[in-house]
């Protein structure tokens, strides 16, 4: 294994690390469904949310929490080889590693608790956006991360050939 690829690793770790070590204070100080303020558009607010984004499937059966993680984990064995494939590409690894420590955070989550522990509650008057964690934020940042490379690599392909 190559210095570049456990630098990926280390994102990850990281990631992971960070989303734990928040999910445990959240679970160690909040009390489930009682916001906590922070700024005038941010709670804490502890919550499980047993399905995924926007608690997709969070009402089903219970099916969900072993579909969402053998999903995960799959996930992760994928994102592991395109960063073996792909370490050249700074930009996209790095994007990668955000998404595996996400992922694999969630996926802790669900194995530990049965659900994903959420704690952010960013908000403007009524309106709320759904809860989530350093997890999600991670993966979100991580899927911007690849998109803005592919719109970058696209942007500068066209204007060379022009």
Known sequence: MNLSLLRYFAIA??????????????????QMGVPEPVLPFLNWLLLFNPGAAFSF????SGWQR???????LVACVYIVWL?????????????LSLILG??????????????VVDFIDLHYANWHWPAFNIADSA???????????ELRKSFGKSAQSH
């Open 139 to 149: 993966i979100c940042i991580g899927a911007a991360l690849i998109i803005w490379g």
């Open 66 to 72: 072993w579909f969402f993680t053998i999903l995960g």
């Open 83 to 95: 960063l073996r494939k792909n370490q050249n590409d700074k930009l996209l690894c790095v994007a």
């Open 57 to 60: 499937l969070a009402q089903s």
């Open 13 to 30: 770790t990281i990631t992971l690390l960070l989303d734990q070590l928040s999910k445990w204070s959240a679970l160690s100080n909040l």
């Open 102 to 115: 996400g992922a694999l955070g969630n996926v802790l989550d669900r194995i530990m608790y049965g659900a």
